[in-house]
């Protein structure tokens, strides 16, 4: 008996039920990888009709102006760090990225938003970023939100003009009044203790970078990036009674001061609008929103 | 000329390879049918010898004759082995090779031979009769000799006769091929094929099915190897020899296992052997995808000298020789290459040198020695972002650093002993190889260097890797086969062993972008290596249709690893000097920077095939085979107790041969599985092979090769699914289906001209990249063509004949070479750009036997 039919069998079947292989029956490699938008707005109290709320240092502000330049936004599948300042670990171990530059390897991005947008954060119309974002399909558990210059400056050049925070207002306690206005511009104003050859986790390009900001969503596609800013947050501890010295324009208005020099310090109003601003809990929430 | 159309020595002028090779078996190994060994080549038409009309004494002369016929039964070679004097002499030959024969013939299947032909000159002597001699099984490198009763029997032609002493030898020339493992067992037949464009030795594996050949790194760099779902790298999987010596590099930086084909002459390669899964107890570490052995010769005596120019200023001088009345196995080859390359920073130089020669040792033994010598300076383009190109930052041929790039040298000495005792088949060889490399590669651009707080403040420097190591590898391997008679077939049974050991210096820094300054230390390790492999293999025939190949192979590998930078990140509380790279302190306390670590184990492979047939040329295979890979020394902890993954490999196959009155044909089909526990994939973070968990391959493959007088055909296919066994996703970059077409036809021109024409086919289905992505299609047709007058010929060649512009290979990860506005940090498609249409022009000088002879 000529074994030979079932022997062009074995030669020929296969070929027909492997083509399945390349019929596309081949399973994926995972996380999706898409385009998405994304938008920002502010949140809070501080978006409501007359843009007014208190401090825990008992001042009543009421703001006339705050506008937020931010981007890009990054996020990661990392974890975020606990409130662990005071644990013994970290009083002996230096935390990987409490506001230096961070460890790339620290965690994963897996979105991404290359542009910058300068939004109004009494408003809580949301402001779409000027050009979308990627994102893999994957678990995002925390977001960065860079304060970078502006598109065609290098990002570690110190000296920039891009102002991250422009606020304007009046702050009334117990029958005082301040009228204040001030900028954030995060320059080596901020890093001018630093000189070459110190140690330090601080650069210039770190101090415009806030980490860690703890979110949880899985994106699906279709779905938007949704940024939130609490600008209430930044003037949680400001005490506007320090700016008794401060410089003043001709109608009293007392201008925050962020440069430190021999004959002016940096305000206590400014160091907290600036701690606010790097507060990876409260000021921001990042959520994947629906289109 | 006689019967069809054929080429004596024409293929030594094809352009860029010129091998002509015998084709000493047929394109694919078969199991022994009930033996009747090797049937000599027969004498079909002859033209007798006319005595020298110049030659005054009218004496009887004897002159002795070694004398080449090919599968096809045309006269190849005439060399003298005992002269009579130069006229008769050159009458002997002359008319000799006009002879036609009937092609001696292994198990139906037409083979190369040789035979000795004395040739008797009297005055008034009748008759020239032909041998019949009995037929002799070859050994590698051995001479089988074996006296036969001549039937001589002469008759009246007033011609010289054959001298009517009955002794007689006949060899069976060319490669004596190993028992076959199945049908995935390809003994690759170059043959006329020779006349496609192939480009370089490790290009002659897609005549093997399943193999995607791609190289993001250009000319000088590696080949990245695909086999059956595997994706070798740079050779990880694929178990590399060259005339017995091995190539894979056991620590290299780049990749372990990395193995570097550039330094072997494509034209010296005489006959190609690939195993496409871990069966054959002689194959060791490395043998997971395969195995891959490379045999250098040359086939026919006489000198070549090659000249090729063409697109992007390329230019190639190879000189070839082999000594008349030598082995195919004595031979000198030299080449020296350069190209301004095909896009920004992708130049390249090499030259390799290569010698050869073959002895006998008695009467029953040989001694073949090899060495070689290899250097190459190459840029390296590297790859690009899709998001860049497409957006007209970048051109599809530029680069993002020409700092990238690599030099390569490597330096070697083998020698062979193979010889007989009685019945057993004894060999013996050792080898050395001197090795240095080093490659710059920038995959990530401007990320990978964050600021660390040990460091003073910088911003990104730069994430060029420039992996360097240097290498001395010494070893040797033997084997001793025996046959007997029982149940009234031949069984076979061979222990063998090979032994290596690796000194091996491997370092990995970061340099500054745009310099080859470095400002950190990745990897520096210093590792002694030692693998021992010993086996048993026996080939067992119950009955004539059923064989059963295999036994056991055990392998032992042994590491000694000093990390001399064995930490490379803050541990301590402090009082590091800024900077450090290599810390001498922890928690604890003071610390040398080195830590040695050692480990060792073992590993027992059985292997196993079942050939059933042959059925009127329908031959059924079943294998089962155990391999394994030692495992990278920088993964190497105190008394680790696997240093090696671990593969488990099956498949079922079908083959299919048939000789025919004007044709050859074999087919085949092959189902496989091949599992992994330990996996490799390349990290462009690390630019180097990272540890990965198991992985499976299911797939299917299939060939067809036809041969005739005047063509050669090759088609081959490969469909296959590469899972994760974890979570049964796709293996990224792994093709699923891979095509290759090839053929060649050729015959004899008008006015005294001889030419051929061949080409190549290649198409490779979308592979899967990350994030639910798959790559481009790959559709390249190559041709060659030659016309050849006498010694000379020339030859245009022409790669990508379409311009296709072609992604060669594509990945997804993250990167930023600064050229957006912000960094970006997410994966994003990069390419390596595949080479667009080239065309060459060849000048081929070849002076042979004939050509010599006044």
């Known amino acids: ?291 | 000329m006689h019967g069809p159309r054929r080429f004596a020595l024409f293929c030594l002028s094809a352009p860029l390879l010129g091998i002509a090779l015998l084709p000493a078996l047929a394109a694919a190994q078969v199991p022994e049918q009930s033996a009747t060994g090797v049937i000599p080549p027969q004498v079909e038409q002859r033209q007798d010898p006319e005595y020298p009309r110049g030659e005054p004494s009218m004496k009887s002369v004897d002159v002795e004759l070694l004398v080449t016929i090919d599968r096809h039964g045309d006269v190849t070679d005439v060399a003298v082995a005992e002269s009579g004097g130069q006229l008769f002499d050159e009458a002997a030959a002359q008319a000799v090779r006009t002879w036609k024969f009937a092609p001696a013939r292994r198990a139906g299947v037409p083979v190369a031979s040789r035979i000795r032909l004395p040739i008797h000159f009297a005055p008034s002597a009748p008759a020239l009769a032909v041998p019949d001699p009995v037929p002799t099984l070859p050994t590698p490198g051995a001479t089988p000799v074996a006296r036969v009763e001549s039937n001589a029997s002469s008759h009246q032609t007033g011609a010289p006769q054959l001298a009517p002493e009955p002794a007689r030898e006949i060899l069976v020339r060319g490669h004596s091929s190993l028992p076959s493992r199945g049908a995935s067992d390809y003994d690759v037949n170059i043959g006329r094929l020779a006349q496609v464009p192939h480009g370089d030795a490790a290009s002659l594996l897609r005549l093997a099915p399943g193999v995607l050949l791609t190289n993001e790194g250009g000319v000088g760099h590696p080949y990245q190897i695909f086999l059956r779902g595997f994706d070798a790298r740079e050779g990880q999987d694929i178990e590399f020899t060259v005339d017995g010596v091995p190539l894979n590099e056991v620590g290299n930086p780049h990749g372990n296992g990395l193995a570097d084909t550039h330094f072997i002459i494509p034209e010296l390669v005489q006959h190609l052997r690939v195993v496409e899964g871990p069966f054959a107890p002689q194959q060791g570490n490395f043998a997971v995808a395969g195995s891959a052995a490379y045999d250098l010769g040359v086939p026919t005596p006489g000198f070549t000298a090659q000249l090729m120019a063409g697109s992007f200023n390329t230019k190639r001088l190879l000189l070839m020789w082999r000594p008349p009345a030598s082995s195919d196995h004595t031979f000198g080859g030299a080449e020296v290459f350069s190209t301004d390359g095909y896009g920004q920073n992708r130049a390249a130089e090499r030259a390799t040198a290569m010698a050869g020669y073959e002895t006998s040792l008695g009467q029953s033994a040989s001694l073949r020695l090899l060495a070689t010598t290899y250097a190459a300076h190459y840029g390296q383009a590297g790859v690009l972002r899709l998001d860049d190109v497409q957006a007209g930052r970048k051109g599809f041929y530029d680069t993002y650093d020409t700092t990238q790039g690599g030099d390569s040298t490597r330096h070697s000495l083998a020698a062979t002993v193979d010889g007989r005792s009685g019945g057993m088949k004894l060999s013996q060889s050792m080898f050395l190889v001197l090795r240095d490399f080093r490659l710059r590669q920038n995959l990530t651009g401007f990320n990978q260097d964050p600021q660390q707080t040990w460091q003073s403040l910088h911003s990104q420097r730069g994430d060029l890797i420039d992996q360097q190591s240097g290498t001395l590898t010494l070893g040797g391997r033997g084997s001793a086969r025996q046959k007997w008679k029982t149940l009234r077939q031949t069984q076979e049974l061979e222990l063998g062993y090979f032994g290596r050991y690796d000194r091996v210096d491997a370092t990995q820094k970061r340099d500054r972008a745009g310099t080859t300054i470095p400002y950190r230390t990745d990897l520096d390790l210093a590792s002694g290596l030692t693998n021992v492999g010993v086996y048993v293999d026996a080939s067992l025939k119950p009955l004539s249709w059923i064989t059963v190949r295999g036994g056991v192979r055990a392998d032992f590998y042994h590491y000694q690893v000093t990390n001399r930078c064995a930490l490379t990140t803050q541990n301590s509380f402090g009082g590091d000097p800024l900077d450090t790279e290599c810390f001498s302190s922890d928690r604890v306390g003071y610390r040398s920077a080195e830590q040695t670590a050692s480990t060792s184990a073992s590993i027992f492979q059985p292997r196993v095939t079942l050939l059933l047939g042959s059925f009127q040329g329908f031959t059924v295979s079943v294998s089962h085979g155990r391999g394994s890979r030692s495992i990278d020394p920088q993964y190497i902890n105190q008394d680790l107790k696997t240093p090696f993954a671990k593969v488990d490999a099956s498949e079922l196959g079908v083959l299919y041969q048939r000789a025919f009155r004007a044709l050859d044909l074999s087919a085949r089909s092959v189902f496989f599985q091949t599992q992994v526990d330990k996996d490799l994939f390349f990290n462009e973070t690390e630019g180097r092979n990272t540890l990965a968990d198991g992985t499976t391959r299911t797939g299917w493959a299939g060939n067809v090769r036809a041969t005739g007088g005047f063509f050669d055909l090759a088609a081959n296919l490969t469909l296959v699914k590469a899972t994760f066994d974890d979570t049964h996703l796709a293996i990224p970059y792994a093709p699923g289906l891979v095509a290759r077409v090839d053929g060649v036809i050729f015959g004899d021109l008008p006015l005294g001209l001889s030419g051929s024409f061949g080409s190549g086919v290649s198409y490779v289905g979308k592979r899967p990249l990350p994030y639910e992505e798959f790559s481009d299609t790959t559709f390249l047709v190559d041709i060659g063509a030659s016309l050849r007058y006498r010694a000379i010929s020339v030859g245009l060649i022409s790669t990508n004949l379409l311009d296709r512009r072609y992604r060669l290979a594509e990945y997804n990860y993250a990167s930023d070479f600064g050229s957006q506005d912000y960094p970006t940090l997410v994966p994003a498609r990069h390419f390596a750009a595949g080479e667009p249409r080239a065309i060459y022009g060849t000048l081929t000088v070849l002076l042979d036997g004939q050509e010599a002879a006044p």
């Open chain 1, 1 to 291: 008996m000529t074994p030979r039919p079932v022997l062009v069998a074995l030669l020929l079947i296969p070929v027909l039920g492997l083509i399945r292989v390349e019929s596309g029956c081949a399973s994926g490699t995972g996380s999706q990888r898409f385009s998405s938008q994304a938008r920002v707005g502010g949140a809070g109290p501080a978006t409501n009709a007359n843009h007014t709320f208190s401090n825990e240092k008992g001042w009543v502000v009421s703001l006339e102006r705050a506008n937020i330049t931010l981007g890009p936004v990054y996020l990661n599948v990392i974890e975020p760090l606990s409130d662990s300042s005071a644990s013994l670990f970290d009083f002996f171990v230096r935390p990987a990225w409490a506001h230096g530059e961070g460890h790339l390897d620290a965690g994963r991005i897996v979105g991404e938003v290359l542009s910058q947008v300068t939004f109004d954060a009494l408003s809580n119309e949301p402001v779409p970023f000027p050009a979308p974002g990627t994102i893999t399909q994957e678990q995002v558990r925390t977001a960065e939100i860079w304060f970078y210059p502006e598109p065609g400056v290098a990002a570690d050049t110190t000296k920039i003009d891009t102002v991250a925070l422009d606020v304007a207002g009046v702050a009334t306690r117990a029958g005082d009044s301040v009228r204040f206005r001030g900028q954030i511009v995060l320059n080596d104003d901020w890093i001018a203790d630093q000189t070459d050859g110190q140690r330090g986790n601080q650069s210039i390009t770190g101090i415009r970078k806030v980490r860690g900001v703890p979110t949880s969503f899985f994106p699906t596609s279709g779905g938007q990036l949704e940024l939130r800013v609490d600008v209430t947050r930044l003037f949680r501890g400001a005490d506007f009674a320090s700016l008794e010295h401060s410089p003043t324009d001709k109608d009293g208005t007392k201008i925050l001061v962020q440069k430190q020099s021999t004959t002016q310090n940096r305000d206590q109003v400014m160091t907290n609008l600036y701690q606010g601003l790097h507060e990876t809990t409260g000021t921001y929430s990042v959520v994947w929103g629906a289109p």
